[in-house]
């Protein structure tokens, strides 16, 4: 779904990288219709599976090694970047997964046709932090966002939020801890200067290491209302 299709919306920064080789542009004309979510219909959640969201998956690394490793969960991935869509698609192609579904735009157009409740976990890897204070509006991390967030996450689901930003940490800790419906249940630092079990590091993760950036990981738990 483009944006022109959703004038209300608008998505910032850059949709494209370099040139794709011939068989990335076959793959984004060929296989992603095939796993692209219809937003024209309901989505297309298999009954007792588990499913997962990735907002803004890069190029994929992370996504298409948790879908790899458990092959019984469901997972959908949004991304605006042609290039990261299309090395996601090779990689799904190469491996043969067929337990991810994909939307190239925006991740508020998934969450606001995803039933209540219906995740069990979202992912939140490196968002843009928009550092520029007039730009902070435009960070993903809003009270907007929360509240779809948590509409579509079911209770003792997870939202899992790894920044290398101190300023895009700071941010989204004091918006989560005001937020109602989530609590950060951490005791010591080990609760987030470690990642998770089964983390995947990204060239994004790994660049910003090599630049002396040290990477926070908060979980964030959904509560009952």
């Not at 690394?61 to 698609?89: S, T």
């Amino acid at each position: 779904m483009t944006e022109a299709a959703h004038p209300s919306r608008r998505l910032y920064g850059r949709s494209r990288g370099k040139a794709l080789r011939p068989h990335q542009s076959e793959l984004m004309s060929e296989l992603l219709p095939k796993l692209s979510i219809d937003l024209a219909k309901p989505l297309p959640l298999r009954p007792g599976r588990e499913a997962r969201l990735e907002i803004g998956f890069g190029g994929g690394e992370h996504l298409i090694e948790a879908a790899a490793r458990e092959p019984q969960i469901d997972f959908f991935g949004c991304e605006p970047f042609v290039n990261g869509m299309a090395k996601l698609l090779a990689q799904i192609e190469a491996r043969g997964l067929d337990n991810i579904r994909l939307h190239r735009g925006d991740a508020g157009e998934v969450l606001d046709r995803l039933p209540a409740a219906s995740l069990s976990r979202i992912y939140l890897f490196y968002p843009d932090p928009w550092p520029k204070r007039r730009h902070r509006k435009r960070r993903f991390v809003s009270p907007e966002n929360l509240e779809k967030l948590a509409r579509v996450l079911r209770p003792g689901a997870e939202l899992r939020f790894a920044t290398d930003i101190d300023d895009y940490a700071a941010w989204t800790l004091a918006r989560l801890r005001a937020c109602r419906h989530f609590s950060w249940r951490a005791k010591t630092a080990q609760d987030w200067l470690v990642p998770w079990a089964g983390w995947t590091q990204t060239k994004y993760e790994a660049k910003a290491m090599a630049a002396g950036r040290h990477p926070v990981y908060l979980t964030f738990i959904r509560e009952s209302d």
